[in-house]
T-cell receptor
Framework: ETGVTQTPRHLVMGMTNKKSLKCEQH?????MYWYKQSAKKPLELMFV???????ENNSVPSRFSPECPNSSHLFLHLHTLQPEDSALYLC????????????FGNGTRLTVT | GESVGLHLPTLSVQEGDNSIINCAYS??????FIWYKQESGKGPQFIID?????DKRQGQRVTVLLNKTVKHLSLQIAATQPGDSAVYFC?????????????FGKGTTLSVSS
């Protein structure tokens, strides 16, 4: 039990599909994050929500759309993805202001065919 | 741009040896640093952190050293065990900057043989 739960663990989707990744944190944190982890590359920050407001979007393509309905839940909506979007998508949470560790879920392994 | 890097992509040690994993950072404004461990099929797991007002911090079998003069961070693991085999990441952040998030290095894969 990591305190941050991601579903599904694995997802295979075609380029024309629409799917959503879900993240839930049980730690009472007030910030949530999406990171992308590709082979041989550092973790890439995609989105940050602080106090349920999006405060950072690192020029992520619009085919990725985040949603944060409350401080405990975070979604990543996917549509018309490309094969190069195949990666491990990690959700994390923390307290804000920063200065405390991020706690990560175990990720969703996404394969785009 | 600013980045956090690790000196070696892989490190192989024998069980019982001490391991040292190094990391260089470039953002002099960063004041909070974290080491994470990531095992296969899992997300990064917090190991230990250190703030810029310290140069050393110890945990259980782990020690983090921070040298702000040369912008260098290291993780020392004492009496390395097979269960320590994983990818280790350092990360930096400017604490108290609302909306900022951790910047990660590429990771060092630690392999422990018995």
């Amino acid at each position: 039990e990591t305190g941050v739960t991601q579903t599904p663990r694995h997802l295979v989707m075609g380029m024309t599909n629409k799917k959503s990744l879900k993240c839930e944190q049980h730690l009472g944190h007030n910030a949530m994050y999406w990171y992308k982890q590709s082979a041989k590359k550092p973790l890439e920050l995609m989105f940050v929500y602080s106090l349920e407001e999006r405060v950072e979007n690192n020029s992520v393509p619009s085919r990725f759309s985040p949603e944060c309905p409350n401080s405990s839940h975070l979604f990543l909506h996917l549509h018309t993805l490309q094969p190069e979007d195949s990666a491990l998508y990690l959700c994390a949470s923390s307290q804000v202001p920063p200065g405390s560790p991020l706690h990560f879920g175990n990720g969703t392994r996404l394969t785009v065919t | 741009g600013e980045s956090v890097g690790l000196h070696l992509p892989t490190l192989s040690v024998q069980e019982g040896d001490n391991s040292i994993i190094n990391c260089a950072y470039s953002n002099s404004a960063s004041d909070y640093f974290i080491w994470y461990k990531q095992e296969s099929g899992k997300g990064p797991q917090f190991i230990i952190d250190i703030r810029s007002n310290m140069d050393k911090r110890q945990g259980q079998r782990v020690t983090v050293l921070l040298n702000k003069t040369v912008k260098h961070l290291s993780l020392q693991i004492a009496a390395t065990q097979p269960g320590d085999s994983a990818v280790y990441f350092c990360a930096e952040i400017q604490a108290n900057q609302a909306g900022t998030a951790l910047i990660f290095g590429k990771g060092t894969t630690l392999s422990v043989s018995s």
